[in-house]
């Protein structure tokens, strides 16, 4: 069975960082691309970030470019969301995902992830 468990969300002012991670139980996880959306309140599933397999290969939003980073550690079976200069937009629940799919580079469609976290909320305060 698939579980992927994230932590690290919470309450945090304009302008500053959390980091998020998500720990996965599966068979698979270092062959696989993963990726971090993030659903605010009304509106739809947002594609925030991706990497490859390796962690070689990364994909951001254009709103979270320069500010978050996705980064992963195999050996753990442990994907990160670092999130930097953070903005009350940010504000949202965050879920990690899990391509099983063994392609090379990133996934950054929501329909190529079968499996999710429950998610973590993120609010940022002004």
């Known amino acids: 069975q698939v579980q992927l468990v994230e932590s690290g969300g919470g309450f945090v002012q304009v302008g500053g960082s959390l980091r998020l991670s998500c720990v996965v139980s599966?068979?698979?996880?270092?062959?696989?691309?993963m990726g971090w959306f993030r659903q605010s309140s009304g509106k739809d599933l947002e594609f925030v970030a991706a990497?490859?397999?390796?962690?070689?290969?990364?994909d951001y939003a254009d709103s979270v470019k320069g500010r978050f980073t996705i980064s992963r550690d195999n050996a753990r079976k442990t994907l990160f969301l670092q999130m930097s200069s953070l903005k009350p937009d940010d504000t949202a629940v965050y879920y990690c995902a899990l391509d099983v799919s063994q392609k090379h580079g990133t996934s950054v469609f929501r329909e190529e992830y079968m499996y999710w976290g429950q998610g973590t909320q993120v609010i940022v305060s002004s």
């Open positions: 599966a068979r698979t996880f270092s062959t696989n691309p």
């Open positions: 990497i490859s397999w390796n962690g070689r290969d990364t």
